[in-house]
């Protein structure tokens, strides 16, 4: 008898399986191993000039596994199929591919295949890769890099692999990229996830999809319970089956022919360029089990980050800095009190380059070691305005190497660092303490990325990034020019906002400001300094003023009774930073900026104007952006004032043309010459 | 100057507390702050021998760091391997006034791999960053490296790097009485003192009140000026591979005992080669096709694993893979140098387009990199592995011109690898420029690069036409042009070159100031900036390139232009290079002819002004601009109309 029940029950539960992988299996449109000749032959990837390499197809598929042992596993599969059209597409054989861990769990690989097919005398020869060639680097508390080259490349090669990840960290379903910095033919990404997890998407960028459907599938596992039964004449296992049904969101994208992406100056981080489909785990809820939340909404948000205790929890925490507290309560007003303890925080706590929103353990211990990340040093800047009466409030912000957020998107995840909005007499100031440079209401660069998330127990809101701050500079110039064409006399230059923030990180870079005037001494070659003077480098809330007394020995040139000289030596636009003839991503300049230079020169006794360049003016569409430059003569006395103005910061590829027209102009007519002529 | 330093030791005492002076940055001497971005208040390196095969090298520092330039000083790091391991560890950071901030042992530390850039590596670092915003701040470190291998003796350099400044340092060997220890020292300023302890010799040097070195422009390596020790170990055992240093050749007998055995290759290749070689009428013919072939069938990919990554990968496995690391393609490349009878050396070298030359009377560890190299009757042909597009024999600036170690069984020795003159290193250029009468152009430009001014342009040849745009737009330096057309041509020669032809649209070249135009002469190679200038030069002058640069352009002037003003030639002589502009005109042909050579050369600081005067001279003989000016009758135009607001 058992000898005949045996084989049905494992039978039996064989089929259950296999029915179930079946069900919910997708497979890549190609399989693994099988090679066209066609495509080993091809020479040019017709769509594109050859960038090297040409992802022929990108296939992924998400799901969520049941295992009887362990329950539910998060599983990704992936096969790329990629053709290797030139010595440079080689690196797209070397493969890396990141595994989170945290404390005892990791993901892992679990299958691995892949080939190399080379055309050989008109014959296919194909190397195999397995799991046995994965080379793991532990590369931190967090990550481990699994790697693998494929044998063999050469150009025409096509390589192929397809491998599985397993994870146990339901928050990290994959996201799809869709486009690479090499073409790709055919992408395709289907997610199968059970009713018990819901996901937000979001899709980043844009890409014609020729597929993104959404259906629901009705799905069931099948719990095999086993049962030892021990009888007198013998022992044997039983089965008790139970079926749970359930239903299966499926996800499913395609693309079709997408160029590659590539850099372009001036262009806002490329990674917000690539198009890309993610998922950010909302809820988990399994039968007979509490539902877990995630995120949903910005009020769930909102109320989340408050009650977090690395995040709501520490804007109460003040006691560490007492001392100070008590010093500022003696200033009565509300913005001097904002500076004292935006200042004070920064010239205690170094940034440790750390992006976050949260407290890595506690300000008390961050402030003990007087370091810490954006969300150690800005949480605790906003703890202690608040602290001291202000009304400070934390801004989750996502810095522009992270992307663009999406305000129809509620998710934590969207965000990677946290500023501080304070509010003086219904005027909000945005403060971030980890750049000691910054005054009040001056971000980095990096924040400066479209809206901030005000987390506040009154109901968040949006606050706009955009910086009111331009990158301002006056300069004035006064030059005495002899009859050899030397120039004497002195400059002085006033910089404003950005352009104050960025000459003191330069004198900073430089060491000295002994250091800073040397570079410029060989920057204008001829430009001789004699004496020079810096003021409120240290003053963050004033302007920079500085004054050099000068020679330029070879800026005019004297030849017979002619002497001539380009008037604009000094922040001269020379060189038109926009060549190519059209673009495709926008050009971000992130902040405004105006330059104003005001000359005046004293030409030498005994010498007259020849010519002197017309006076111009000429403007951006929509005022964007302006150009003035005015010359006039007044006896000895040549003045000339010129202003660029760029108001408009982002420039779309419809409004590329006229920009790089407007900076050629600006190009020729810093370029134009004064000609004296000595009088008869 | 002793009232304030009293004054400051009242408020030092008043203000510290149970601050201890030793580790407050206050008190350091002036001397020792000028151009200093950090001090080095005191360290200790003892490298003791312990067995054959083993060794220990502990060190105590304590750095104080005075701006933020110097915080990388006060960063703790150690990389370690299999070989090197590390031991104790414990740390203290301290505020101005010496007060205890920090108290740090192992588990401060992090842990993780190290990434060196290479795809495989089995290095890994511990390291910790303070990070304080009060300076002067000083850190202190006790930690241990324990080798299980005597391989790796140190290079003690007394100030790692430029702007920080030394109080005093000692270093230490410590070995066995019988074990033949070795070193070399440079620019010390108190020699070696050898003691005796048990069975046991020391070795201490001792440095002390070594000011900052501020980095001046086109000065020599830091490790030239510093005082130096370099050690080298005699016997050595590395996973049971015995080895001696003491010479060049026991070193390179090691290597080449590392490597036996590994040259075996499969039938097929074998008879590939044996094909080739039959095929060939001279052993510089098949030795290039096999090089050719070597490239066709491997890549390069960076691996650091192996016996302290000094094991090449066996040839078969690289005939079976097709990639490999320098190590694995150079050895891979002699397995198929040998299957055609042709003898050929595992050669080591230090690589880099810009690092010192190694100690070629020192043996001890000083290399980063193989190639190969083929010694025939008449000359070597040398072979660098890890490139597919490197023309057979060429070394550029990466290997080329320096000492390196030939691994031979008749015995290994130094060799130097070959030196292009300037005339090799070359950028040859001829330019026609056709002016219209508003002062726009368009230009036929030809330059052919060789030598290392091709490794320039290398990399651009194998890209694709929309990167190559993109590269010229970016690469010259004209004001404002626009790409008509162009072309690469690449001749990989012995001494490679590459001819580029360029057709440009100029816009507003000349620009217009009245009836007259302002034509810049020099089309696109201007030195527009000096070196900076330091008042009081101290170091020597390298000037590491030596090349020769030639600009013909031709400009044709339009009826309605004719020429008003001509600038001089210039000539300038110096021994740093000459230069000489110059330009002959007809009524509507414009000739200008720039032509620098710059020497290769170590010159003493005295020279320094001279130098920045022949800079000086080219940087205004490049704005060279012809005046021409309409002829009675032309018609001005305006250009600006279309914008004006």
Known sequence: ?680 | MKKPLTFLLFILIAQAGLGQLEYSGLLIADELKADANAVILSKEVDFKVRSDKSAIKRTKEIITILNPKGDKFATFLIVYDNFRKPGCFRGTIYDSWGNRIKKLDKDDLKDESYNSGSLYEDNRMIYYEPLITKYPYTVSYEYEVVYNSLLFFPIWQAQPSYNISVKKSVFKVIAPEDYSFRYKELNVNEPVQISSSKSDKIYTWYEHDLPAIKKEPLGPYISEITPTVYTGPGTFIISGMKGNMESWEGFGSWIQQLNEGRTGLSESTISDIRKIADGSTSPAESIKKIYEYMQSRTRYVSVQLGIGGWQAEKASVVDEVGYGDCKALSNYMMSLLKAANIRSCYTLVKAGDDVSDIQADFPCLQFNHVIVSVPLQEDTIWLECTSQDNPCGYLGDFTGDRYVLTVDMDGSKIARTPALSKHDNTQIRIAEVELNDLGEGVAKVTTEYSGWQYDHIQNILSESREEQKKWIYGDKDIPGFEIKNFSFEDNKAQIPSAKETLNLALINYASRSGKRYFLPLNLMNKLERLPKNTKERKQDIVLRYAFVDIDTIYYYLPPSLEIEYQPEDVTANSEFGTYHSSVNSSEDTIRYIRHLEINKGRYTPDKYPQLLEFYTTIVKADKAKMVLIESDGAIGTEGLEGLRD
């Open chain 1, 1 to 680: 008898m058992k000898d005949t029940i045996m084989p049905i029950l494992f039978f039996a539960l064989f089929f259950l399986l296999i029915t179930e992988q079946q069900m919910y299996a997708q497979n890549s449109p190609l399989k693994l191993g099988k090679i066209d000749m066609d495509i080993l032959k091809m020479e040019h990837y017709p769509e594109d000039t050859s960038e090297g390499a040409v992802i022929l197809s990108d296939f992924g598929f998400s799901q969520l596994k049941y295992y009887e042992q362990d329950g539910f596993k998060l599983e990704f599969q992936r096969h790329v199929r990629i053709k290797i059209l030139k010595k440079k597409g080689y690196e797209w054989a070397d493969i890396q591919i990141p595994l989170y861990k945290s404390q005892s769990k990791e993901e892992r690989i679990i299958t691995l295949k892949g080939y190399t097919y080379n055309l050989v005398g008109g014959k296919v020869e194909k190397y195999k890769i397995s799991k046995k060639d994965v080379m793991t680097e532990e590369r931190n508390q967090y990550w481990n890099i699994d790697k693998f080259t494929m044998p063999n490349v050469k150009e025409g090669s096509v390589i192929e692999y397809q491998y599985t990840i397993q994870s146990e960290f339901f928050f990290n379903l994959n996201d799809w990229q869709f486009q690479y910095t090499i073409p790709v033919q055919r992408t395709e990404y289907w997610v199968k996830i059970p009713e018990y997890l819901i996901y937000n998407k979001n899709m980043r960028g844009y890409v014609p999809l020729t597929v993104n459907d959404q259906t629901t599938e009705l799905s069931s596992i099948t719990y095999a319970n086993r049962q030892r039964v021990s009888t007198v004449y013998e022992t044997h296992t039983t089965f008790e089956y139970e079926n749970i049904d359930y239903h299966t969101y499926v996800y499913h994208y395609v693309a079709e022919n997408l160029p590659a992406i590539q850099e372009e100056p001036y262009m806002p981080d490329i990674d917000n360029y690539f198009p890309k489909m993610e998922f950010e785990l909302s809820f988990v809820q399994f039968p007979n089990s509490t539902r877990k939340d995630y995120t949903k909404t910005w009020d769930g948000i909102n109320d989340l980050l408050l009650l977090s205790s690395d995040f709501g929890n520490q804007l109460n925490r003040k006691n560490y800095a007492n001392e100070m507290l008590g010093e500022v309560q003696a200033i009565t007003d509300p913005l001097e009190r904002t500076i004292a303890i935006y200042e004070f925080v920064k010239k205690r706590m170094k940034w440790n380059g750390v992006r976050s929103i949260f407290v890595t353990s506690s300000l008390r211990d961050a402030f003990q070691e007087g370091s810490g990340s954006s969300g150690d040093l800005n949480i605790m800047l906003t703890a202690l305005l608040r602290a001291a009466d202000l009304d400070a409030k934390p801004v989750l912000v996502s810095t522009r190497d992270h992307g663009f957020i999406l305000p129809t998107r509620p998710s934590i995840s969207q965000f990677n660092y946290v500023i501080c909005l304070v509010n003086v007499d219904g005027k909000n100031y945005l403060l971030d303490a980890t750049d000691p440079f910054c005054p009040v209401n001056l971000l980095p660069s990096r924040c400066l990325n479209y809206k901030g998330r005000v987390i506040d127990p009154d109901g968040g809101d949006w606050v706009s990034l955009t910086p009111k701050t331009s990158d301002k500079k006056i300069i004035s110039i006064s030059l005495e020019i002899d009859e050899e064409g030397s120039m004497t006399g002195n400059i002085s230059i006033n910089r404003y906002g950005y352009a104050a923030y960025n000459f003191r990180k330069k004198i900073k870079k430089e060491g000295s400001q002994e250091d800073y005037v040397n570079r410029l001494e060989s920057d204008y070659p001829g430009l001789h300094v004699s004496s020079f003077g810096f003021e409120n480098l240290d003053n963050l809330y004033s302007l920079v003023k500085t004054e050099y007394d000068i020679t330029i020995e070879d800026n005019a040139e004297v030849m017979g009774d002619l002497i001539y000289f380009s008037p604009i030596f000094f922040n001269r636009i020379d060189d038109n930073p926009f060549k190519l003839e059209e673009r495709e991503y926008p050009v971000d300049f992130i902040y405004p900026s105006e330059t104003t230079i005001s000359f005046t020169f004293n030409i030498p006794e005994g010498y007259a104007v020849e010519t002197l360049p017309e006076s111009t003016a000429f403007k951006l569409p929509e005022n964007g952006g302006l150009f003035m430059y005015n010359i006039s003569q007044l006896g000895n006395t040549i003045s000339i004032a010129s202003k660029i103005k760029l108001r408009q910061t982002w420039f779309n590829k419809e409004a590329y043309p006229h920009l790089k027209e407007f900076m050629s102009l600006v190009v020729a007519k810093h370029a134009e010459q004064i000609v004296l002529k000595k009088k008869p």
